[in-house]
C-alpha cells in the first residue's frame, strides 16, 4: 500500500467515524466518544514482550522457548558451526551441510522425508551463514510432536549417501555459479574476504580468516570435496553443547520434555572434541586492503542489464555485542541509502543522507547505501555505490564517498539521529512480527551469550542513544578514536576493542582501461584517510 492510499484509506476512515457519530440523539455519548480523540498520546509506546524461558539438558543443550497467541508455532534448531569455523581443508563443509540437510537419514529415504514434512503444511528451512547453521520451521501448534522427529533424523541420523552427495555438488555448482552472477552476493563475500586475511603471509599466499571465510563453497574445493571431510566436521561441530533450541507459540515444559525425548540422549561432549573446538576456534584478525576485479571485454549474462561499476569502501566495526552497536545500527539507518529505481525518484520522501545527497544529486548512480554486518568478535561498517561504467563517471566515484564520510563524521544534525532511531524501531519492531525472525533473533543470541534481550530492552537501548554518541561512533569506525568511559554501559555487553589498525577495505568490480581514476583507488583511499 502506497503512503498516499494509506493516507486516504486513513481519512475516509475517520469521516465514517465522525459520521456515525452524527446520527447520535444524545449530545452527551457524543461528546464522550469524541474525546478519545483529544487525549494526547505518544506515537512511540514500549512494545510488550513475552518471557523467554531457557533450559539447559544434562548434555549442554539449550532449549528456549517463548509463548505467543495465535494458532501457528515456529521451532529452530540453532548450531554454532558456520564457515568462520572452516580451514583450507574442510572449507565449504557449511554450505554442503546445509544442502544435505533434506535427504535420507536412517528412517526415511528423501521423498519420504519431504513428503513427511509436507504433510505438516508449514515451512521448514535449512541454510549456514558464517557463524551457525539453521534448521527451523513454521508449523500448525499441534505439529509441534511431529517436527521435533524429524529434527532428529535430520541433524542426527543422516546416512550421508554417496549418490546424494554427489547430486548435491552438482546443485551446489549451479548455484555458486549463478550467485556469482549477481555482483551484490559475490561483491559482499569478497569485501569479507579482502577485509579478514591472513595478512603475515605474502600476498600471493594470503588466505580469508574466521569471518573472511566465504559463505559459499569455492568451486576449486567441490572437486576434492568427500564425505569423510563433511562427516569430520559434523563430529567435531554438531554437539550438545553447541546447539540451541527454540521454541515460540508453545508452553516451555512441552517443549523440553519432547525435546529431552529426541536429543536428551546425546552424548555430553568429549574432552578430545571440546580441546579441538577451542584449537579451531581462533579470533577474527582485521586486515583491510583492495582488490579490483577488472571486467573489461566480457559480455554481461543477460544482455539487457546496463553495464555497472560497482565500489565498496568497508572499514572495521564494532562487535555484535559491544555496547556501540545501538549506536552503530542508528548511525547506519541515518546514513540508509537504496536503489535509484522508484516511480516517485529515488526515496520517494526517504530522508536518510545517501537518498537526499547522493541518489537524488547524481543521475548516473544507480544504487548507494550503507551497510553493517557484527559478528561476535568483530564488524564491518562502511558504503557501496553502484554507477555507470564510463571513465569520466568514475572520477566522481571516490569524491561522493569521501564527501559522505567526511560528512558523516563532522555534518550529522540532532534531528536527523532522532529520526533514525524511530525509523530504527520501527524496523526492528516490524521485523520481529514475524514468527521466523524472532525465532532466528532468540536462538543467534542465545547462541552468542547465552540468553536474550528482550524488544523492550533493545528498544530502550535504542532511545538511550545520543547525539554525543553518533558523533563518537562515526570517529571510532572511521579512526579508531574512542574514549570508552563516555560508552553506554550495559552488564551483558563488553567493549571490542580493534583487531586490525585501520586499514581501508577497498573492493571495485567493472571495466577499466588503463588510466582509470579507480585503478589508484587503493592509494587514494589511503591518502585521504592518511593511512599509510
Keep these: 500500500m502506497s503512503l498516499s492510499v494509506f493516507l486516504n484509506a486513513n481519512i475516509n476512515s ?12 444524545n449530545k452527551h455519548i457524543l461528546k464522550s466518544n469524541l474525546s478519545i480523540f483529544s487525549k494526547k498520546k505518544s506515537l512511540t509506546s514500549k512494545p510488550i514482550d513475552f518471557a523467554t524461558t531457557i533450559t539447559t539438558l ?63 503444511g508449514g515451512s521448514v528451512v535449512a541454510h ?7 534448521y527451523q520451521s513454521s508449523i500448525f501448534r499441534h505439529d509441534i510432536k511431529n517436527i521435533i522427529p524429524l529434527f532428529s533424523q535430520i541433524i542426527r541420523y543422516p546416512l550421508l549417501l554417496k549418490s546424494d552427495f554427489e547430486e548435491v555438488k552438482k546443485s551446489t555448482l549451479y ?30 599466499d594470503s588466505k580469508p580468516n574466521t569471518v573472511g571465510r566465504s559463505m559459499l563453497c569455492p568451486t576449486e574445493k567441490l572437486k576434492t570435496m568427500n564425505l569423510d571431510i563433511i562427516k569430520d566436521f559434523r563430529k567435531t561441530w554438531f554437539t550438545p553443547n553447541r546447539m540451541v533450541v527454540v521454541g515460540t507459540g508453545m508452553s516451555h515444559e512441552y517443549l523440553v520434555e519432547n525435546i529431552k525425548n529426541y536429543f536428551g540422549d546425546i552424548p555430553k561432549t568429549s574432552t578430545e572434541i571440546l580441546q579441538k573446538q577451542k584449537e579451531q576456534t581462533k579470533p577474527a584478525k582485521y586486515s583491510g586492503g583492495s ?16 553495464m555497472l561499476t560497482h565500489i565498496y569502501l568497508a572499514f572495521e566495526s564494532v562487535s555484535a555485542n559491544d555496547p556501540d552497536i545501538y549506536a552503530v545500527a542508528v548511525l547506519n539507518t541515518l546514513m540508509g541509502g537504496g536503489s535509484s529505481f522508484s516511480a516517485g525518484g529515488p526515496g520517494k520522501g526517504i ?11 547524481h543521475q548516473f ?55 533514525a532511531k524511530n525509523q530504527l524501531t520501527s524496523q526492528l519492531l516490524m521485523n520481529l512480527e514475524s514468527r521466523s525472525v524472532e525465532l532466528e533473533d532468540i536462538g543467534r543470541q542465545i547462541l552468542s551469550n547465552g540468553k536474550r534481550i528482550s524488544a523492550s530492552e533493545m528498544y530502550k537501548r535504542i532511545q538511550e542513544v545520543s547525539y554525543s554518541d553518533i558523533v563518537r561512533v562515526a570517529h571510532r569506525i572511521i579512526f579508531g578514536e574512542t574514549d570508552v568511559k563516555e560508552m553506554k554501559s550495559y552488564p551483558d555487553m563488553k567493549y571490542s576493542p580493534r583487531t586490525g589498525d585501520g586499514r581501508p577495505t577497498i573492493v ?13 583507488a587503493e592509494q587514494t583511499v589511503n591518502e585521504f584517510f592518511k593511512y599509510k
Design 128 to 134: 549456514s551463514s558464517r557463524e551457525s547453521i539453521i
Design 291 to 306: 582488490l579490483i576485479i577488472n571486467t573489461k571485454g566480457q559480455a554481461l549474462s543477460n544482455p539487457d542489464d546496463m
Design 175 to 204: 548455484e555458486i555459479e549463478e550467485l556469482t552472477q549477481q555482483s551484490d552476493m559475490l561483491l559482499v563475500e569478497k569485501v569479507h574476504e579482502i577485509a579478514f586475511n591472513n595478512i603475515d603471509r605474502k600476498p600471493k
Design 508 to 520: 571495485i568490480k567493472g571495466p577499466f582501461e588503463d588510466n582509470d581514476p579507480l585503478l589508484k
Design 58 to 120: 544434562p548434555n549442554g543443550l539449550k532449549v528456549a522457548s517463548e509463548e505467543a497467541p495465535g494458532h501457528f508455532a515456529s521451532l529452530g534448531i540453532y548450531i554454532d558451526a558456520g564457515s568462520r569455523y572452516e580451514n583450507d581443508q574442510n572449507a565449504g563443509s557449511s554450505h554442503l551441510i546445509d544442502r544435505l540437510a533434506f535427504k535420507s537419514t536412517k528412517d526415511y529415504t528423501s521423498e519420504e522425508l519431504v513428503q513427511e514434512m509436507e504433510k505438516l
Design 351 to 361: 530522508y536518510s543522507r545517501l537518498y537526499s545527497h547522493v541518489l537524488n544529486q
Design 14 to 25: 475517520n469521516k465514517r467515524i465522525l459520521n456515525s457519530f452524527s446520527t447520535f440523539k
Design 365 to 419: 548512480v544507480e544504487k548507494c547505501q550503507m551497510f553493517n554486518y557484527s559478528y561476535n568478535d568483530t564488524g564491518l561498517f562502511g558504503i557501496s555505490l553502484s554507477v555507470i561504467s564510463h571513465p569520466q563517471v568514475h572520477e566522481y566515484v571516490l569524491p561522493i564517498i569521501f564527501n559522505q564520510i567526511q560528512d558523516m563524521i563532522s555534518q550529522i544534525k540532532p534531528e536527523e539521529v532522532n529520526r
